[in-house]
């Protein structure tokens, strides 16, 4: 089947054993309760997911199979004279849970070379769609379209035993994988370089091919790809890319519908889409200002009439964090190495200093720290790149590494069609006065 594919399937066989026994002991053991409000507000909290390639902890960030983003960093295999991970390294990571070798990373990357082929009618898909649609409604269309090469849905409508609904799921995932860093240059290029189109390069790495097509040849831009590709790839399982991944999939629905359909979660100002809203904020205040470089006074009084004016700051709190997010600490070590004395990442850097104290004086805010948006957009301008509505195509590419690899793990230990209980008002008024049962 291929040294990758045998791997996973004889982890996943131990995996579903260990598995089996832990719901066979355990499996009516209670891990939490539901709160009202929990029903209410979006079920914060709530453990109610498995999900095997990372796990975020609110003091330290994400951690991929355990290891943190520092530890990636130094731990996974690198392109030769570059010195970030390469994302192909955390991908068999967060399959197979085991560090990669660099053969073993090598390996991967001449997969995806191999499977990168995307057929012409996805092109003429994406071609169909006005110049004005936003990137991320091309992206996905042309995800869309893809999903007529689909190994699972061919052999499932020809009869597919569940205990083998992993296989082609798996060959899904790394041919969709392989085939967006071509899907999203080719989106990039219509819209704003005059559709005109570069070429993949199969002696590349994964997200350098990425770079190469969208038409950047600085070596640096390629390392921040690298890193971009490897801390956005996974942030556990609850959120809304992740989980409507997982949803939909539970469904059986194959992974180029789920990713899909994940995808159009991460679109949302409230997700992926968040990286554009920090940059935007950033160029309005600018604008306001009338400065490139604001003041922090001058930047600590903007804060303030954001906040008079009932908007949020872009880019700072998480639902879970409740310190700095490690993603924006790795970026802004990339932008101190190699650009520090860009006018941009100082305003951003400039920003974390004023920000939090503002947000802590506020006395309702849990969390006034950056998140991984904060800094992004700062580092793309400063290639060129400053279209921002295309940042959350760059997001969708590589958590398209976690949620794939999770999505091949929810097949393998056959997990089920997802559907928790809901409750209306009146029956929770009802329960409330002892008259009905509403949480069995």
């Known amino acids: 089947m291929g040294i990758i594919k045998d791997t996973f399937k004889a982890k996943a066989d131990i995996a579903n054993a260990e598995i089996k026994d832990l719901l066979k002991e355990h499996g009516n053991k209670k891990i939490g309760e539901v709160t009202l409000a929990q029903a209410y507000q979006g079920m914060r909290g709530i453990t109610g997911l498995v999900t095997e390639t990372s796990l975020l902890d609110a003091q330290e960030g994400i951690r991929f199979r355990g290891y943190t983003i520092p530890e990636l960093q130094e731990k996974l295999p690198k392109a030769e004279g570059g010195q970030e991970p390469l994302p192909e390294g955390l991908f068999y990571l967060m399959l197979l849970g085991e560090l990669p070798t660099e053969a073993d990373t090598d390996h991967i990357s001449s997969v995806w070379q191999r499977r990168s082929h995307v057929p012409a009618h996805v092109f003429k898909v994406i071609d169909a769609l006005p110049i004005s649609a936003h990137p991320m409604t091309m992206f996905v269309s042309g995800v869309m379209a893809l999903q007529t090469e689909s190994n699972f849905a061919k052999e499932y ?198 920000v939090p104290p503002i947000l802590q004086s506020l006395g309702k805010i849990k969390n006034p720290w950056p998140n991984v948006d904060a800094h992004s957009g700062a580092l793309l301008v400063h290639y060129g790149l400053v279209e921002y509505e295309f940042y959350t195509v760059l997001f969708a590419v590589s958590r398209a590494l976690g949620v794939l690899a ?33 949480w069995e």
């Open 157 to 354: 409508a020809a009869g597919l035993n569940k205990k083998d609904y992993w296989n082609p799921v798996y060959d899904d995932a790394m041919d969709l994988i392989s085939r967006l860093p071509h899907i999203a240059a080719y989106v990039y290029r219509r819209k704003y370089k005059n559709n005109e189109h570069i070429q993949p390069n199969g002696l590349l790495d994964w997200a350098g091919n990425l770079a190469h097509m969208m038409g950047y040849t600085d070596e640096s831009f390629k390392e921040l790809m690298r890193l971009y590709m490897t801390i956005h790839a996974d942030h556990e399982g609850g959120n809304v890319s992740a989980h409507t991944t997982h949803l939909v999939g539970s469904a059986l629905s194959d992974p180029y519908l789920s990713y899909a359909a994940g995808m159009n979660g991460l679109a949302g100002p409230l997700h992926g889409l968040a990286n554009q809203e920090v940059i935007k904020w950033i160029f309005e205040m600018q604008e306001k200002l009338d400065t490139k470089v604001p003041s922090k006074e001058q930047i600590e009084q903007y804060v303030k009439d954001t906040l008079a004016a009932g908007k949020v700051v872009p880019g700072y709190g998480h639902a879970v964090l409740r310190k700095t997010d490690p993603r924006f600490q790795a970026q802004m070590e990339f932008g101190k190495k190699h650009m520090p004395n860009d006018e941009l990442c100082q305003t951003v850097w400039n920003i974390y200093e004023t």
């Open 406 to 438: 999770s999505l091949c793990w929810d097949r393998a230990l056959s997990f089920p069609l997802e559907r928790p209980k809901s409750v209306t008002t009146a029956a929770v008024k009802l329960w409330l006065e002892g008259k009905e049962e509403i």
